[in-house]
């Protein structure tokens, strides 16, 4: 008996994680309903495998594996899709102001580095390593 | 030599300066918002502190780092600041890729969390931001974020960084709060999307676009499911009602109110609206005629 309420309420927590929509009464139209169209059917399986595939991506990328369910949960169904489809190429914001001292630094080095190889001439107190 | 030129216009400052918005006021003062300063590539965390302090949800930054972060990209995604603003039940607002969209917010007094990318495309530094204020009579812009303290810089230059983020920008407001620039639409889906995490906040933002667009159906569609859900019944049937006088021809907003009129034990009235939903069809169809079987009829004329 106590096994089976713990297996209803972990399957219970299961599909509420998964974004699934269960039917709050079996025959209102929901509201994501509303926005999906003609290709209502289609579009709810697809949303469900992006769901699935940005959880697992997130975990592979170094996502806390206990954060990720309620994370992708809070995606709409478009983002979910976006993210599945393009994890790698959208931007991720995470530098700083202080950070372009250190792209500038990089360039700093680089172009000293040309100078002293006698590539470029950019700094007066350079003096390159073949004549 | 075009290529580089082309990364330097800046058309919408440009054509914003020529030709004020009459609606969008010359300048407008700096939103108070909290400082935070950032740790290692947490701007996304301290931006989205400060937007939801100013929505009235004080929280810190270091406790948002687990709804946004990606450890092997260095930074936080753009959908993951929307669902991460949904998490705190508040709207999150992706807004239009215009600058003016940006400043009409900012002049209503909500504070834009805007995607930069600080440096040329070739070596992206990409940034979270809070646009603040701005003035266009100065031709500046005040951004503030947990690398800086709130700064103006030139508007063209803000432009710039911001084309080269791909025009990201977002508002984050309270439950009952929409933003000033986007169309009904738009509004609606960031709704729908806050209902996933949220129904209770999302509810009072469907009334709110209810009140600001009162003759767009889906919103009182929108109401009327999430009343259904927290057992408001009354406000759920008035709700799918004025649907149905909006737009007549959709068979949802019939056939929730079908349902709503039989959790009502008006068992006549369910089955007039259920049958309408039948008569429209669509791509709901099959569920229409489920409600018209379940609806107990006996007592009606048929």
Not at chain 2, 171 to 190: H, M, N, R, W, Y
Request: net charge neutral; aromatic share 6%; charged share 20%.
């Amino acid at each position: 008996m106590q096994v089976r309420k713990i297996v209803a309420v972990a399957s219970c927590a299961f599909l509420l994680g998964t974004g699934l929509p269960l039917p709050a009464h079996a025959t209102l139209i929901g509201s994501e309903q509303l926005l999906q169209g003609a290709s209502a059917a289609r579009d709810k399986i697809g949303a469900f495998l992006a769901r699935a595939e940005v959880r697992r991506a997130l975990v592979e990328r170094g996502v806390d594996p206990t954060q990720v369910r309620a994370r992708v949960a809070a995606l709409s169904d478009a983002q979910a899709r976006d993210l599945a489809a393009r994890i790698d190429q959208l931007p991720a914001g995470g530098d700083g102001v202080g950070d372009v001292l250190g792209v500038l630094l990089l360039v700093f080095v680089i172009l000293l580095i040309t100078d002293i190889l006698g590539l470029t001439k950019v700094f007066p107190f350079t003096r390159p390593i073949h004549r | 030599m075009a290529l580089l030129l082309a990364g330097c216009a800046t058309p919408q400052v440009d054509a914003l300066l020529r030709r004020r918005p009459p609606d969008l006021p010359a300048a407008a003062a700096s939103i108070q918002v909290p400082y935070f300063a950032q740790k290692d590539h947490q701007c996304g965390p301290a931006a989205l502190a400060m937007v939801l302090d100013a929505a009235g949800d004080s929280v810190a930054p270091a406790d948002l780092v687990g709804s946004v972060f990606v450890p092997a990209r260095e930074g936080s995604l753009p959908p993951e600041m929307l669902a991460a603003v949904r998490r705190r039940g508040r709207l999150a607002v992706e807004l239009d890729p215009d600058v003016g969209a940006v400043l009409t917010e900012v002049a209503a007094g909500n504070p834009v969390v805007v995607l930069q990318n600080l440096s040329l495309p070739i070596v992206p530094i990409w940034h979270y931001s809070v646009v603040v204020g701005y003035d266009l009579s100065s031709k500046d812009i005040f951004l503030q974020s947990g690398g800086q303290k709130a700064a103006s810089i030139p508007l063209r230059t803000f432009e710039r960084t911001w084309a080269r983020g791909r025009h990201w920008a977002m508002v984050a407001l309270a439950p009952g709060t929409l933003p000033a620039s986007q169309q009904p639409d738009q509004i609606f889906a960031e709704a729908v999307a806050l209902e996933r995490v949220d129904p209770v906040a999302a509810r009072r933002t469907y009334r709110a676009i209810t009140l600001r667009f009162p003759r767009y159906p889906q919103a009182w569609i929108g109401l009327g499911n999430t009343a259904y859900a927290q057992s408001d019944l009354e406000e759920s049937a008035i709700a799918f009602r004025r649907a149905t006088q909006l737009a007549p021809d959709n068979g949802d907003a019939w056939n929730n109110l079908a349902t709503a009129l039989a959790a009502l034990r008006l068992p006549c009235d369910a089955l007039a609206a259920a049958r309408k939903a039948v008569s429209i069809g669509g791509p709901h169809a099959a569920e229409y005629t489920k409600t018209e079987n379940e609806i107990d009829a006996s007592a009606c004329a048929r």
